[in-house]
Nanobody, 122 residues
C-alpha cells in the first residue's frame, strides 16, 4: 500500500523560503512520476511541479522559484520554495503514480496522494 506523508509547511514572510517534504512508503520508483499540487479554497487543485525518471516540469507561476527533487534512498520528494509570494499561500499536496511519460497533468492522473501541508505567506 502506497502512503505519502507531507511535512514542512508553515508560515513565512513574502520573499522567504520554505522546503516541503513528502515521505513515500510502499511506492515503486520504476517509471516513477511524482508531483506537487496546491489548492486554495474555492479553486481547483493545480499542478505546480512534476518529476519523472527523465524530466521535471514546472508551472509558469513557480518556475525559477521552486525546485522539485527526489532522494530515492530516503524515499523523500522535496519541494524547495524560494522568493515566496502571498499568492503561493495554499494547501500543498504530494502526488505519485507510475507511467512512461510524466507531465504536470491533472489531479485525476495521479492515484496516490498525501493529506497536504499548509503554506501561508504574508
Amino acid at each position: 500500500q502506497v502512503q505519502l506523508v507531507e511535512s514542512g509547511g508553515g508560515s513565512v514572510q513574502a520573499g522567504g523560503s520554505l522546503t516541503l517534504f513528502c515521505k513515500a512508503t510502499g511506492y515503486s520508483y520504476r517509471n516513477y512520476c511524482m508531483a506537487w499540487f496546491r489548492q486554495v479554497p474555492g479553486k481547483e487543485r493545480e499542478a505546480i511541479a512534476s518529476l519523472g525518471w527523465d524530466n521535471q516540469r514546472y508551472a509558469e507561476s513557480v518556475e525559477g522559484r521552486f525546485a522539485i527533487y527526489l532522494e530515492s534512498p530516503a524515499s523523500t520528494l522535496y519541494l524547495e520554495m524560494h522568493n515566496l509570494e502571498v499568492d503561493d499561500t495554499a494547501m500543498y499536496f504530494c502526488a505519485a503514480d507510475t507511467r512512461d511519460i510524466c507531465t504536470l497533468g491533472n489531479p485525476g492522473d495521479f492515484r496516490y496522494w498525501g493529506q497536504g501541508t499548509q503554506v501561508t505567506v504574508s
